[in-house]
């Protein structure tokens, strides 16, 4: 089982940048997970926006991609989210999310076993 812990959602400005970040804590010593970071914005359904597997390979969304850069330091468990240019649009609740079994998806298959709680991001223009 794991638990996931986001934080760093805050604020911000149009066109500023923000990192939010998610500890993750491994009760069954998985070893292995690809992670992903899930956006949900008002009135809209929750959905994938960047993954990265356990060898670092990153997928994205096209409305993020350019702006958005998914990382993670497996020595520290945690994944990061760095969001940079950021947009209204980009406004929602930010979920760290992760899976335990391979093969490892992508934001366009992406589903996830695991969640967070959430930490909202609130872009002002």
């Known amino acids: 089982q794991l638990k996931l812990t986001e934080s760093g959602g805050d604020s911000v400005q149009a066109g500023e940048s923000l990192r939010i970040s998610c500890i993750v804590t491994?009760?069954?010593?998985?070893?292995?997970?690809?992670m992903a970071w899930f956006r949900q914005a008002p009135g809209k359904e929750r959905e994938a926006i960047a993954t990265?597997?356990?060898?670092?390979?990153?997928s994205y969304i096209d409305a993020v991609k350019g702006r958005f850069t998914i990382s993670r330091d497996n020595a520290k468990n945690t994944l990061f989210l760095q969001m940079n240019m950021l947009k209204p649009e980009d406004s929602g609740m930010y979920y760290c999310?992760?899976?335990?079994?391979?093969?490892?998806?992508?934001?366009?298959?992406?589903?996830?076993?695991?969640y967070g709680q959430g930490t909202q991001v609130t872009v002002i223009a």
């Open positions: 491994d009760y069954d010593d998985h070893r292995d997970y690809g």
């Open positions: 999310v992760a899976e335990t079994e391979a093969p490892w998806e992508t934001v366009a298959t992406m589903i996830g076993t695991y």
């Open positions: 990265i597997d356990p060898d670092g390979n990153t």
